[in-house]
């Protein structure tokens, strides 16, 4: 074995952010949630408290529900663990697949109300 084949022990370490866990290591591979697409804007709530943690649990899914007591967006949970945004739509489907939160996506862009209505109506009150 030559001193190439060893690896080092600062492969693993970042110089700002400390030992390096790769993010297919916390969902176990999984690059795809089991259920729901996760929009970025979509609003996550925890459904229940958790105090005693599932054995299936990571540490990120039980910091997921404690920060969903009030509603939070997928972006906002990737920026609050620090984590890629994949990855924590793959959590947010363990916690979803088991009822523990409740997501909310926006609404479909069909629904909302085109320019035209939204100008008429500050025309409208515009004139009053």
Known sequence: MTDRDEPKDDE???????P???PYAMTRGRTRPSRGTFNRIAQVTAAV??????VWMEPEHLAILR?????LSVAELAAHLDLPLGTVRVM?????DRH?????????????PSAD????????????
């Open 67 to 71: 920060m969903c007591r009030h509603p």
């Open 92 to 96: 947010l489907g363990d916690l979803l």
């Open 49 to 54: 408290t958790v105090t005693t943690p599932d």
């Open 117 to 128: 209505i939204i100008e008429a109506a500050i025309n409208g009150l515009r004139a009053l």
């Open 100 to 112: 523990l939160v409740q997501v909310r996506e926006p609404d479909p862009a069909g629904t909302h």
């Open 12 to 18: 693993w370490v970042d110089d700002h952010a400390g």
């Open 20 to 22: 390096v866990v790769r």
